[in-house]
């Protein structure tokens, strides 16, 4: 129980101050925790260190503001502490794969690095139902009628991980793109997990949304590039309507999770 609260006070306190000068020190005395105690507790539960979240964290923010705003780069930059255009600009490449500029004018989806979001459960923190927080997504889908949403999942994300981390952010990058490009602007785009997203399309017809799912499976076995090696990368692909109306927060994520979980191992696309 102490180390949900310890992890909960330090989630909030980082989604607080992303536009703050903030360390980690600062973090783990909101916390009331050590510093080593903290960084190894996150470590341990969120698989990524401290440093990271935040920075991934303000990344995406500021990914927000690139496509939402005119805001100036470097006006962004500062925002969320980058103390200059070039500081900036590579680590937003680093995380993105593409400049600022390049983003902002040719892609749509923003939630690379969603906020973090787990629950106690018997003594244990749960990590294994819902990684991340997808309140947006509900919101979003509670405004919707009769509309089918897309679920992908990438293939074999673990041993591309094992290679390196970094390659397995490259591949969830470039799977996310790969759906961003093939979907219209009345389309939106979320990240459920690790390696699950979820397109909600304004489409009722079922062989339209087909369509939509298969020009993005069609660019399945295409390979990313790691240190010289080419990592083919693959996504399942499924989809379903919900009674969006009548949907309950807390049976949205097994829903969605459910129809994923039916794609693994199908050729076809698998539509509820």
């Known amino acids: 129980m102490k180390n949900f609260y ?57 990914a927000k503001e690139l496509i939402n705003t ?3 780069i470097i006006d962004i930059a500062l925002r969320y502490q980058y103390n200059s255009h070039e500081v900036f600009t590579r680590a937003f490449t680093k995380v993105w794969g593409i400049t600022p500029q390049m983003f902002k004018s040719k892609r749509r989806f923003t939630g690379l690095f969603p906020k973090i979001e787990f629950k106690y459960n018997g003594g244990k923190i749960n990590m294994a139902k819902r990684k991340f927080d997808i309140s947006e997504l509900y919101d979003e889908l509670r405004n919707r009628n009769n509309t089918y949403v897309l679920c992908f999942d990438i293939a074999n994300l673990l041993p591309i991980n094992e290679i ?17 490009e093939n979907s ?39 390979p990313i590039t790691y240190n010289g090696t080419e990592i083919p990368v693959s996504l399942h692909a499924g989809g379903l309507k919900l009674d969006y109306q009548n949907l309950r927060y807390s049976e949205l994520f097994p829903k969605l999770s459910d129809t994923i979980d039916k794609t693994k191992g199908q050729k076809e696309i698998f539509i509820v």
């Not at 390196?164 to 961003?180: F, H, M, N, T, W």
């Open 164 to 180: 390196s981390r970094e390659a397995g952010d490259k591949a969830i990058v470039e799977c996310l793109r790969r759906i961003d």
């Open 6 to 62: 310890i992890l909960t006070e330090a989630l909030e306190y980082i989604e607080n101050n992303l536009c703050d000068s903030i360390s980690q020190e600062d973090i783990a005395n909101a916390c009331y925790c050590s510093l080593s105690s903290l960084q190894k507790l996150f470590r341990y539960v969120f698989h990524i260190s401290i440093k990271e979240y935040v920075s991934k964290r303000r990344l995406t923010y500021a």
């Open 70 to 72: 005119d805001n100036s």
């Open 184 to 222: 219209s602007d009345d389309m939106l785009l979320f990240r459920i997990g690790g390696d699950e997203f979820v397109l909600v399309t304004d489409l009722e017809d079922i062989d339209k949304v087909k369509k939509v799912a298969k020009k993005i499976i069609d660019l399945n076995g295409h």
